[in-house]
């Protein structure tokens, strides 16, 4: 299966943009639904967003619609994720994950912790106020 590394973290001040970046290696990438998760401290992993094998479908959490966007490119193995208007709330370890799924449709048990099989080690995004 996939290994998953995160990578575009940092300090940023609230109303600016990131973009985090995951590369995939060892497994065949476009069989892989892909997300994005979050976790702050003291609190417990979130969902942020998800996307189909084939980049058809997406889906995010309600705190980042509108300000993030997940995409992927099967080619280069990657999944992205652009964070714009960022938020002092955003701050957290944003984790990559994957999940062996060539659905077309997202339902909700697929924005759960438990449905990714994969994860990667995190990257941490800081915003200042």
């Known amino acids: 299966q996939v290994q998953l590394v995160e990578s575009g973290g940092g300090l940023v001040q609230a109303g600016g943009s990131l973009r985090l970046s995951c590369a995939a290696s060892?497994?065949?990438?476009?069989?892989?639904?892909m997300g994005w998760f979050r976790q702050a401290p003291g609190k417990e992993r979130e969902f942020v967003t998800t996307i189909t094998w084939n980049g058809g479908s997406t889906s995010y959490a309600d705190s980042v619609k509108g300000r993030f966007t997940i995409s992927r490119d099967n080619a280069k193995n990657a999944v992205y994720l652009q964070m714009n208007s960022l938020k002092p709330e955003d701050t957290a370890v944003y984790y990559c994950a994957a999940v062996r799924d060539k659905s077309i449709i997202t339902v909700p048990l697929m924005t759960r912790t438990g449905y990714f099989q994969v994860w990667g080690q995190g990257t941490l995004v800081t915003v200042s106020s």
């Open positions: 060892g497994g065949a990438f476009d069989s892989y639904r």
